[in-house]
Nanobody, 125 residues
């Protein structure tokens, strides 16, 4: 059974950092592109970042560029989203997603069939 599990969310002060993990079970995540998405209350889901299957291509939303870094830990079958210089507007539930048909990075959530349950990130003083 293909499963994605996010972890690492929490409450952090503005300017702080969090490290989100997306761990896969039942399949090898290394073979597929992975996207991170977020959804704040009352807002539509938005793409945050994605990474290609090889890890050689990454994309970031303009709102997080220069502050977030996506990477792979193939030994742990995991994709990491390092979030630095967090702002209150980063507050949202963060989801990772993947799809066996995707090797290249895409930021459209509709292209992904497999999603984690989400992890809450709250940035507040």
């Amino acid at each position: 059974q293909l499963q994605l599990v996010e972890s690492g969310g929490g409450l952090v002060q503005p300017g702080g950092s969090l490290r989100l993990s997306c761990a896969a079970s039942g399949f090898t995540l290394n073979y597929y592109a992975v996207g991170w998405f977020r959804q704040a209350p009352g807002k539509e889901r938005e793409g945050v970042s994605c990474i290609s299957s090889s890890g050689g291509s990454t994309v970031y939303a303009d709102s997080v560029k220069g502050r977030f870094t996506i990477s792979r830990d193939n030994a742990k079958n995991t994709v990491i989203l390092q979030m630095d210089s967090l702002k209150p507007e980063d507050t949202a539930v963060y989801y990772c997603a993947t799809d066996p048909l995707l090797a290249m990075c895409v930021m459209q959530g509709g292209e992904y069939d497999y999603w984690g349950q989400g992890t809450q990130v709250t940035v507040s003083s």
